[in-house]
């Protein structure tokens, strides 16, 4: 297979920005997608000033920042797509809407072209399953922010054959990433573990075990974790947290993943955390104030 040099990403959120970042860093051209003009735009805006940290730290050069940002080209016409040798597709976390986009893209890509997913937690082989090339499509699991985290999980669905999964493999290597290859089940490795915790920190703000300081502090004090639970479910996005929750509960058949009624009630609140300026943290106030 010939080498990876052009990428698309589907979804200029956070994750699509940080995917885009390090792939022009390593020197791919990168077409970034978006149903709206403004998610383009504020995703070049996140991109350089991330770049722009880092070249204040020096862990880049000020040339490799400006011919990064120059390899990024962006836009609402998925037909720029037709140019990638491998696609990413970053966008919300719901299965019909991920269905919807593999339908709208397979007809514009080269034959040749990879498909893979960033999904959270959604079936690898399902989604493959919906366009015309299972053997060539995967799951790329990227960890955010993805400027700064190591670990790319890949997972093969059941069609994926042994020439895409070592050319994404490679290419994650290319972006500096450290790789984990993970069995396509519910949510894989790191969310199968990682969101039940998000998810029981949530329980224990609602039994009033503890409030948001106080569960977050013992987690980053006690355990030694970056970030407390409910500060990182912010950083995640809530409706994130709740999808992947919801995949695992419904596909697992087991209730200890039953989504927290609280976690529930910000979503439907449209409290999704750092993105939406509240979930239980409020960010209008510096540094954020606890809400409960
Ligand atoms: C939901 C899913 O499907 C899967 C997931 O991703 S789950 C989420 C996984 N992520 C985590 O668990 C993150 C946990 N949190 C952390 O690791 C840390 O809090 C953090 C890295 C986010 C921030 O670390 P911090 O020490 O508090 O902040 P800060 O000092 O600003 O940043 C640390 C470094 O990262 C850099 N950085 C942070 N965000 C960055 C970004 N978006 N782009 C580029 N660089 C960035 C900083 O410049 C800094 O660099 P140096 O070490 O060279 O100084
Ligand atoms: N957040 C995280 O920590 C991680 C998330 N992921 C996964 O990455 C994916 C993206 O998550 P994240 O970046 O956090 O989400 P965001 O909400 O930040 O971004 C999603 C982006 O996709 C856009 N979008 C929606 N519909 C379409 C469409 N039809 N075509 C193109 N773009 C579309 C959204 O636009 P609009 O805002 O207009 O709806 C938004 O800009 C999800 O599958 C998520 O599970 C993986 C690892 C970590």
Not at 61 to 75: H, P, V, W
Not at 134 to 139: A, D, E, S, T
Request: glycine residues 8%.
């Amino acid at each position: 297979m010939a080498e990876i040099s052009t990428l698309g990403v589907i979804g200029a959120g956070q994750m699509g920005n940080g995917i885009a970042h390090v792939a022009a860093l390593a020197g791919l051209d990168v077409v970034l997608v978006d149903v709206k003009a403004e998610a383009v735009e504020k995703a070049r805006a996140t991109i350089a000033r991330n770049l722009a940290r880092q070249v204040s730290k020096g862990s880049i050069e000020a040339s490799a920042r400006d011919a990064a940002l120059d390899r990024i080209r962006g836009g609402t016409e998925m037909a720029a797509l037709s140019a990638a040798d491998l696609v990413i597709e970053a966008a919300t976390e719901r299965e019909d809407l991920k269905v919807s986009i593999f339908r709208q893209v397979v007809p514009l890509l080269k034959p040749e072209a990879i498909l893979a997913s960033n999904t959270s937690s959604i079936s690898i082989t399902r989604l493959a399953a919906v366009t015309d090339r299972p053997h060539r499509f995967i799951g790329m699991h990227f960890m955010n922010p993805v400027p700064v985290m190591k670990l790319v999980e890949i997972i093969r669905g059941i069609a994926t054959d042994e020439e895409t999964f070592n050319a994404v493999q490679q290419l994650a290597e290319r972006m500096g990433k450290t790789t984990a290859v993970a069995q396509d089940f519910p949510a894989f490795i790191v969310n199968r573990v990682l969101i039940p915790m998000i998810n029981e920190a949530v329980y224990a703000l609602q039994e009033g075990v503890g409030d948001v300081r106080s569960i977050d502090a013992a987690m980053k004090l006690g355990a030694a974790h970056p970030m407390g639970p409910l500060e990182l479910g912010d950083f995640i996005g809530l409706d994130t947290c709740l999808a992947i929750m919801r995949v695992l509960h419904a596909e697992m058949g087991d209730s200890k993943y039953r989504p927290s009624p609280l976690l529930v009630k910000h979503v439907e609140a449209g409290w999704l955390g750092r993105k939406s300026g509240r979930g239980f943290y409020d960010y209008s106030q510096d540094p954020p104030r606890p809400t409960r």
